[in-house]
């Protein structure tokens, strides 16, 4: 079965600082990865996603993310974060179910503060 | 283009009162439904997706039922509502067969009392 796992429930950084929100999946064959960005009630914004291909995959916002296999990993990467990065990241593994389609599931998430 | 629309809002309902949440794309056919609730530290719980009208699997046994009488409507509903069913519901998309992302609605808070 998926699983994804967010370690660190909030991180908080100061602004122009680099940023790492960590995540772990559990998936029998090659995943879909996913990173989400969610601000304050609102639904869910794609950040980046990985399919295949180069393992090292680059995001909207300035946000990239690596994919290592060997650690069941795909960790979320800013070089300088800014005051507007604060919010909810979730990271999504999507997997094909029976029926064909795919199923998302996502980690509990890390809830990111910026200190100014 | 897509949009997908999500309604109400806000909902606030006595317990053991009934549930209806609809959910609606546009701009796309035979998308991939999905349901998902937020619950405060939860994260994102899957509840409900469904391939096509009529076709709907279950990923948590609950208090919550999912209907698709329509391409692209996508229904939550319950027959009396727990105090336990209060969260942030989310209705998302994905294309079909690229199936490559989800589109997220902009969700109901869902506040039982």
């Known amino acids: 079965a998926q699983s994804v796992t967010q370690p660190d429930i909030h991180i908080t950084v100061s602004e122009g600082a680099s940023l790492e929100l960590r995540c772990n999946y559990s998936y029998g064959a090659t995943p879909y990865l996913f990173w989400y960005v969610q601000s304050p009630g609102q639904g869910l914004q794609l950040l980046l996603k990985?399919?295949?291909?180069?393992?090292l995959v680059q995001g909207i916002k300035g946000f990239e993310a690596e994919f290592k296999r060997s650690q069941s990993s795909f960790n979320l990467r800013k070089p300088s974060v800014h005051w507007s990065d604060a919010a909810e990241y979730f990271c999504a593994v999507g997997g094909l179910t029976t029926s064909g389609t795919y199923k998302y599931i996502f980690g509990t998430g890390t809830r990111l503060k910026v200190l100014a | 283009s897509q949009t997908i629309h999500q309604w109400p809002a806000t909902l606030v309902q006595p317990v053991g009162s009934p549930l209806s949440l609809e959910c609606t794309v546009e701009?796309?056919?035979?998308?991939?439904l999905y349901w998902y609730r937020q619950a405060a530290g939860r994260g994102l719980q899957l509840l409900f997706y469904s391939v096509g009208i009529g076709q709907i699997s279950s990923e948590v046994p609950q208090n919550l039922s999912a209907s698709r009488p329509q391409d692209r409507q996508f229904i939550l509903s319950s027959k009396k509502l727990l105090l336990s069913d209060s969260g942030f519901y989310l209705c998302?998309?994905?294309?079909?067969?690229?199936?490559?992302?989800?589109?997220f609605g902009s969700g109901t808070q869902l506040s039982v009392l």
């Open positions: 998302a998309w994905s294309g079909s067969p690229t199936n490559e992302k989800l589109f």
């Open positions: 990985y399919f295949s291909g180069d393992t």
């Open positions: 701009g796309t056919s035979n998308p991939n």
